[in-house]
């Protein structure tokens, strides 16, 4: 039996990462950060080489600058095997995505830049699928639905591309959808944020039907949609996503 995904999905600066940092903070005992379960696999397959090489391993890896590089490079050929496994049934959903047809409103780097980072999220998942316990819970800030949505800006038709990328994309077992509708306080956050982040503004009302799309064809496909809204206080909307995960719990026993 697969671990449990969830997955976040937002305009950029809605509030997504604040709420699952907390919802993280709050729930550490139940839940995983996808970002630290990648770390806990390196250390197994260390382990499986001898305790030596695991302690040598996990030290390294409490310097923040090394452990990027170790968990990255070393990650690689786990990841690729992983995804190797899952390349028939996931071979609509990636030829969807890089499908770079009516793609003329991004320059050609920042393609690149999208394509990397989607990747990168698609051999997560296929690395977590493959190695992480069954009763984990992971708990995704940015993945595949985020990737759908950056995908999405610049094309000549998002909608187009978004229906064919969200009806195929891997389903996670809850999705958090972060909404806030006052374009005028996004383009404020996103201003105040470091980062070329703010390229994205002129796309941010399609970015925020997307993320809408993207929620509305996950719960048509039958994953609980857990809607938050980006306006409100943060304790609040990650108490109400750590009350659907309980449910996702209850489901499993």
Not at 79 to 92: F, G, I, L, V
Not at 148 to 172: D, K, S
Not at 182 to 202: M, P, V
Not at 208 to 236: F, N, P, T, Y
Request: with cysteine.
């Amino acid at each position: 039996m697969p671990p449990r995904r969830i997955e976040f999905i937002a305009p950029m600066g809605a509030g997504k990462t604040s709420i699952c940092n907390e919802l993280l903070f709050k729930n550490k005992n139940a839940l995983r950060s996808a970002r630290y379960e990648k770390k806990r696999i390196i250390l197994n397959e260390a382990f499986k080489a001898s305790p030596v090489h695991y302690i040598v391993t996990a030290a390294l890896t409490l310097n923040r600058r090394l452990a990027q590089t170790l968990i990255n490079d070393k990650i690689t050929s786990l990841a690729w095997k992983a995804t190797e496994h899952k390349r028939s049934e996931w071979n609509e959903f990636i030829g969807c995505a890089l499908d770079h047809r009516n793609y003329n409103g991004v320059p050609c780097d920042d393609r690149l830049i999208r394509i990397k980072w989607f990747i990168r999220e698609l051999t997560d998942v296929a690395l977590f699928l493959d190695q992480s316990p069954s009763d984990a819970i992971l708990v995704h800030d940015e993945s595949l639905l985020q990737r759908g949505v950056g995908f999405g800006l610049g094309r000549e038709v998002p909608e187009q591309f978004c229906v064919a990328y969200f009806n195929t994309v891997p389903l996670p077992d809850l999705v958090v959808h972060v909404d806030l509708p006052d374009a005028e306080l996004l383009r404020a956050r996103i201003d105040q944020r470091a980062g070329d982040g703010k390229r994205f503004i002129e796309h941010l009302d399609t970015a925020i039907e997307m993320s809408r799309l993207g929620a509305r064809i996950m719960r048509d496909r039958g994953v609980k949609v857990v809607e938050c809204d980006g306006g409100a206080e943060i304790s609040h909307s990650a108490s109400k996503v750590a009350s659907a995960v309980c449910d996702l719990q209850r489901e499993r026993v």
